[in-house]
């Protein structure tokens, strides 16, 4: 009989991933997806602990499905209740005991022994935050879904797990473990078959995915042979890869970004803070300039390149003159987008334990002038789009009939009317709107019928003279 399965998913991409891995795993052993917690057989709970309150966040959602569990319960229908990802590493039997109706716990790096865990999990509580010996990708069975959100048209495919950077806020080298490569042909395999799925865009995912180092017949690939190894993949359209460090970007991968035609003029590139003393402190392990430098290097070599950034405002001891400092370099790189958050000291991390913390009103006001800042670059970024033709490659339906959305090559979603269904496919928009978070367009074709005729004739290459 088909058991049913809802997984709700927080925090970053590699958790999407890992919740889609999760339902592979849990399908060959007679498992279906539902759309929600009242219907389900196994509530997965994949869960972040990256910045505040996220440990407090999921008990709090615990409480409310354990009011689901007692009521399928008394209808004589058991609910089994699972937390994996960040904080059920983190948490461990601490979740067990301060929510004994949870059945299971584990860590990212354990989902691939789920079936095993559920089985033994019937009769008692289970913790399982080991971190295993086998990898658990050599245990995973193949991708049946790849998702990024509900479409299979851009796919995540991790290539790279765990950190050794060991910023000083960061809870992700203890949560997510030493860092771990896959070998080439298994990211290539596993690159075909989403592919063969359906997927026309591949994000290729580590926590510092560009110190990629896969093992390939006796040597290693950098991320940047990855990439174009699998530029060549038949049906492959675009490719993007996140999140990266400044120290682990090569010069190759710079040079891949002027001429790998698939990879997508986009690069997240978190920096964290303008300020060389809170730089170290961080442990980051380079300047700002450094960083200046590596931007001019990556337009130099795709002039067009849209930047994102992450940016932690009051780190400990963070003076007002290094916030501003912070706030410079936002100006001078005028990002495309980029994400900012409060500086939030996760349990046994270095900077947790700092006695200069910066007070929570300043922390506020100085992520508020950082975030209007950022909100300027990313407005006049959007703004420079308008009147100009965009490869699109449709995902999803839009709100009303006829809409879709897509993305541009620079990241942005884009509504626009289609003619027919474009979902998987690639289509010149002429962008016409700019908002703040999206561009709204019209197909490029549509706006000049004769072209397209012409076009679709075959007489027509470039536009009419
Ligand atoms: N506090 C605030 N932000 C954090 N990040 C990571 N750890 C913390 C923390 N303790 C941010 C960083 C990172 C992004 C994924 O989350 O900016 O790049
Ligand atoms: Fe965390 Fe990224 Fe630093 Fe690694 S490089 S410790 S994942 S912020």
Not at 15 to 22: E, F, G, P, W
Not at 94 to 122: C, K, S, T
Not at 181 to 208: C, F, H, K, M, W
Request: with cysteine.
């Amino acid at each position: 009989m088909t058991k049913k399965l809802f997984v709700k998913t927080y925090g970053c991409q590699m958790n999407v991933y890992d919740s889609a891995r999760m339902a592979d795993v849990l399908a060959a052993h007679g498992y279906a997806s539902v759309e929600t917690p009242e219907e389900a057989d196994l509530v997965i709970l994949n869960t972040c602990h990256i910045r505040e309150k996220a440990a407090e966040k999921v008990y709090s959602e615990l409480g409310r499905l354990n009011r689901i569990k007692q009521a399928r319960s008394s209808e004589g229908r058991r609910m089994m209740l699972a937390v994996s990802g960040c904080v059920g590493q983190a948490e461990g039997g601490e979740l067990l005991r301060r929510a004994p109706f949870v059945d299971l716990v584990m860590g990212p790096q354990n989902y691939h022994r789920l079936p095993d865990l559920l089985r033994r999990a019937e009769t008692r509580g289970v913790v399982d935050t080991e971190f295993p010996v086998e990898s658990k990708f050599d245990h995973l069975p193949e991708a049946r879904t790849g998702t990024a959100a509900d479409n299979g048209v851009s796919a995540f495919l991790t290539i790279q797990e765990g950190c050794d950077r060991f910023c000083t806020f960061c809870v992700v080298p203890y949560t997510r473990g030493a860092e771990y490569s896959r070998p080439v042909t298994d990211v290539e395999n596993e690159a075909r078959r989403l592919i063969d799925l359906g997927a026309r865009e591949i994000t290729l995912l580590g926590q510092n995915v560009n110190a990629y180092h896969g093992a390939q017949r006796g040597g290693e690939f950098s991320l940047a042979d990855l990439i174009r190894q699998l530029a060549e993949l038949p049906g492959l359209e675009r490719l993007r890869y996140t999140t990266s460090h400044p120290r682990d970007l090569s010069a190759d991968l710079i040079a891949a970004h002027g001429d790998v035609a698939v990879l997508m003029p986009f690069l997240h590139l978190p920096v964290q803070s303008g300020s060389d003393r809170v730089l170290k402190a961080m442990n980051r392990q380079h300047t700002a300039d450094h960083y200046r430098h590596l931007i001019g290097e990556l337009r130099k070599a795709r002039p067009d390149i849209a930047l994102s950034s992450d940016f932690i405002v009051g780190f400990p001891g963070e003076s007002k003159a290094e916030f501003e400092a912070t706030l410079e370099l936002a100006r001078d790189v005028d990002y495309a987008q980029a994400f900012s958050f409060k500086y939030s000291p996760r349990p046994g991390t270095p900077a947790a334990e700092q006695g200069d913390q910066v007070p929570d009103g300043i922390k506020s006001e100085r992520l508020d002038a950082l975030q209007a800042v950022l909100a300027r670059s990313q407005a006049a970024f959007n703004a420079t789009m308008v009147g100009r033709t965009l490869p699109v490659l449709f995902e999803r339906p839009g709100r009303h009939a006829n809409q879709l959305l897509g993305r541009s090559p620079y990241g942005q979603w884009v509504h626009a009317d289609m003619p027919g269904d474009y979902r998987g496919r690639i289509a010149d928009i002429l962008i016409t709107e700019a908002h703040t978070n999206s561009l709204a367009g019209q197909a490029a074709a549509a706006a000049n019928p004769g072209l397209a005729m012409a076009q679709a004739a075959g007489v027509a290459e470039g536009p009419p003279a």
